[in-house]
């Protein structure tokens, strides 16, 4: 079991620039590592298993982790933006829209291996039961 006091210490560790720490979570090792996402922005990017496979995006993909919806970033996008929705409506009239375009409301939810904060990924990770530290660059330096 992890401390408040260590993971108050981890987060502030993560939000640096060099991260390194690995986590055991339901048989699967999980590694955090800050990794570069453009030319000038950072995040804190979760490996399972020392991998992130482009498969894993999919749902109903084969090999995907069951751990993914837990450890990975829950994220959202409207199939249509709300200035699109907005013209639609405004062109066809609310009832012609939805017949028109059934989906106008439609949310994808998809999951992603980054977080751009230390403290969003702690937020999530201290929510999950039998999260156990492996290591940290902390520790292998003591």
Do not use: C
Not at 27 to 34: A, V
Not at 60 to 71: G, L, M, Q, T
Not at 123 to 129: A, P, S, T, V
């Amino acid at each position: 079991m992890i401390t408040k006091e260590q993971w108050a210490e981890l987060e502030k560790e993560m939000a640096g620039y060099f991260v390194s720490v690995k986590f055991r979570y339901q048989d699967h090792t999980l590694t955090i590592q800050r990794v570069k996402e453009s030319e000038s922005k950072t995040a804190l990017a979760v490996y399972i298993d020392g991998t992130i496979k482009g498969g894993w995006f999919l749902p109903d993909s084969i090999d995907r982790p069951a751990i993914i919806p837990d450890v990975w970033r829950k994220r959202s996008k409207r199939l249509w933006s709300h200035q699109q929705k907005a013209k639609i409506i405004k062109d066809l009239g609310k009832r012609r829209a939805q017949n028109a375009f059934p989906d106008i409301d439609r949310v994808y939810v998809y999951y992603g291996p980054s977080f751009t904060t230390a403290k969003s990924l702690v937020r999530q990770f201290k929510k999950l039961e039998g999260i156990e530290l492996i290591t940290s660059e902390e520790t292998l330096a003591s």
